[in-house]
């Protein structure tokens, strides 16, 4: 029999009325034959007012008690869902995470799924066709016996990891967009949803701020040849296929053109042009767990001195800035300058590989529009620059027409 | 080290603000020296909120889903508070009915305890003075591996097997009355609060109507002895203690007058009057799960035939006119009537046992009243009555004044 994963995010399960809809659709699958296993997420909304109770109660909260009680959104909708699909005569169960059970790492708040032991549910496949119901984003540290989470989006990361225990032929994350994008359409208009893209880019857009997929996801996803489909839940037609680069006959030489508001940009002016002067700036950043993205080391300007650029993520700017200014003495820098209002816009594509010139064209179309590109960093299948925030749309609009993306 | 054993209704619990409040009296004990283990409710609406989706998602809904389901409530608040007491700089953790384990049978919907492990609870006593933060009202199927639930005001009976388990000197439920008192205070406004009362006049005060303790909690407290204070989470004096009968020295006839609302009356009108008439009205009810409270059988009147008078909850009087409807034909009644406008009202004491005249003094205290009687029934502590509901309000106040209970 083939096995199929269903996942479906916050939105899809937002009320009563959605998630009879959602009842309906995996019993379609049901009915075509197909074992099902449906990860849920908490109705949209309950999992930000959980965590904003817990930020409330204790800035600095004890994380396996967070994990606790963020963990209890899922677990309503998994029963819910279960209740419904009995309802259309489906036979169905709830499974929380220590149930099955989805054992994780202790890395409460942003746990790592280790094994799902699918040995019940398989069982339960052959002998009475009962779709499992599993409450995603939780798991159990096995040893303390404590429930984990795998950090936002984590429902993503438990359908890929279920989809690759149970080997399903396709694990299908269902969401409030067709699919995948060449970028925002609520930005770019003209942008056109993606019939099939690489894993490779889909990790890249992910982690260059398409919200579409959580991006550990995506990178279980590519590591165990997980066949993944992003389609909404509102719409009955196919979405986008994240597939292997070889299923992939004709590769445009960009797919997508993502930006991510998430960012800060530090400069540390005049630091001391010496060996070691990076390990010494970013060491205690990385020990307050700050995540430093974008860095560049300009050439050394005036007697031994130089500045150093570099790009958190908003929400640990003012941990950035308190621990550079705890070592400014060991530091040595004249001054730090930090700047929230910047945008990263990425372009993306396996084709980029095989064909010279990409960058190039994405510098020029800036240039074009009068948009200074303030810090640049590129990868394989990338390239991404920061610019100031007020022009992240017009410059998304113009490397979308420049890269050839737009629909007719 | 003392054991103390102190529960948090959801009125306690309703808020951050009020979890913080909780979380300095829990401090307080433990500051006094004892081992703390506390007992939460869901925050107040939560459940019912739960309860709501279930209903409206499916009317007949599988209870091991239930249970999933509104269990979640508890595990939020037990987590909240765990958090608020570290911050207090108190060690704490959550404990869910899963991870203790609170072993129950399978009744889902209505579990009842079997054992509660507090091995390890006892361990982290004695390490760390850690204070066990339980989510009250849930339990663990222990062979299908699911949560049950206890049914409504489930916490009270989860604190009481708690202390019982620990062997705690005390359980304290929190709630937000000061006490129980003699009556409810919103219709008699010269109730007093009791200092002490006995398990058995507790046990037959909660089952006439009285919210402030769930039954089960009292009969478990009554069976294992456990001393029971019920006191305000919201004012800092004590409560009344619930004791055994050789604790209190000056025993009134009286101790509480009570009412329940959700009583209706159903009357069928000439039954043939034969052996096994009411063997025949009430086994089909027993099956149909309808709980049958007074029964009144009258002197056989006309040839052969009797009324049949009985109450059962308003919510079950629907089930209980179409289950009687459908057996028309065998129970050969001339005509079935219901009455959901009623009222029952008890008098209790365990001082009844060695005096006589109680009941007359409430028969004679209505009748001066022109409160007409529809129904009596009896136990060796109670005296109830059935009457209209309108003259709820009078008849309270009435027996409260002639048994002696108003406050100076």
């Known amino acids: 029999m083939p096995c199929l994963v269903m996942k479906f995010g916050g939105t899809s399960v937002a009320d009563l009325a959605r998630i009879r809809n959602v009842a309906q ?3 379609r699958a049901h009915d075509d034959g197909a074992d099902i296993a449906v990860i849920v997420s908490a109705m949209s909304g309950v999992t930000n007012q959980l965590i904003d109770y817990v930020s409330d109660i204790a800035p600095l909260a004890d994380l396996r008690e967070y994990d606790t009680i963020v963990s209890s959104g899922e677990q309503v909708t998994s029963g819910l869902l279960a209740i419904a699909l009995q309802n259309l005569g489906v036979p ?18 942003s746990a790592r799924i280790q094994r799902i032991d699918v040995d019940e549910i398989r069982r339960r496949f052959e002998e009475e066709r009962q779709v499992a119901v599993l409450a995603g984003f939780q798991g159990l540290e096995k040893g303390r016996q404590r429930i984990t989470t795998l950090g936002r989006g984590g429902s993503d990361t438990s359908a890929v990891a279920l989809a690759s225990a149970l080997e399903a032929e396709r694990c ?5 967009v067709e699919g995948v994008y060449t970028s925002d359409p609520r930005i770019v208009p003209r942008a056109r949803k993606l019939d ?35 389609l909404s839940s509102f719409e009955d037609k196919p979405g986008t296929l994240v597939v292997d680069e070889d299923e992939i006959v004709e590769q445009a030489l960009v797919s997508g053109v993502t930006y991510s508001r998430d960012e800060a940009k530090i400069t540390l002016q005049s630091v001391p042009d010496r060996p070691g002067v990076a390990a010494a700036i970013f060491g205690p950043l990385a020990d307050a767990a700050v995540n430093v993205d974008m860095i560049v080391q300009n050439i050394s300007a005036e007697n031994g001195h130089t500045d150093m650029t570099f790009t958190v ?19 040595a820098y004249r001054e730090l300058k930090a700047d929230p209002n910047v945008v990263k816009v990425s372009v993306i594509g396996v084709g980029m590989r095989s064909h010279a010139g990409v960058a190039q064209r994405m510098f020029q179309a800036l240039a074009e529009k009068g948009i200074n590109i303030q810090v640049i960093s590129t990868s394989e299948i990338k390239v991404s620059v920061l610019i100031a925030a007020e022009y992240a749309e017009l410059a998304l609009r113009s490397l979308h027409t420049a890269y050839g993306l737009d629909s007719a």
Not at 92 to 109: E, F, K, Y
Not at 172 to 176: E, G, P, V
Not at 197 to 207: D, G, H, K, P, R
Not at 313 to 331: C, F, M, P, Y
């Open 196 to 230: 099939r893209i690489t894993y490779e880019e889909m990790l890249e857009m992910a982690s260059q701020g398409a919200k579409v997929l959580q991006t550990r996801s995506v990178e279980m996803a590519m590591k165990h040849r997980v066949r993944v489909q992003v």
């Open 25 to 27: 659709t995996v019993k």
């Open 313 to 331: 993520g908003n929400a640990d700017l003012q941990r950035t800035i308190s621990v550079l200014e705890k070592n400014r003495e060991q530091l």
């Open 172 to 176: 299908d994350i269902y969401t409030d």
């Open 92 to 109: 169905a169960r709830s499974w929380l995470g220590w149930q099955i059970p989805v054992v994780t790492d202790d890395a409460h708040g």
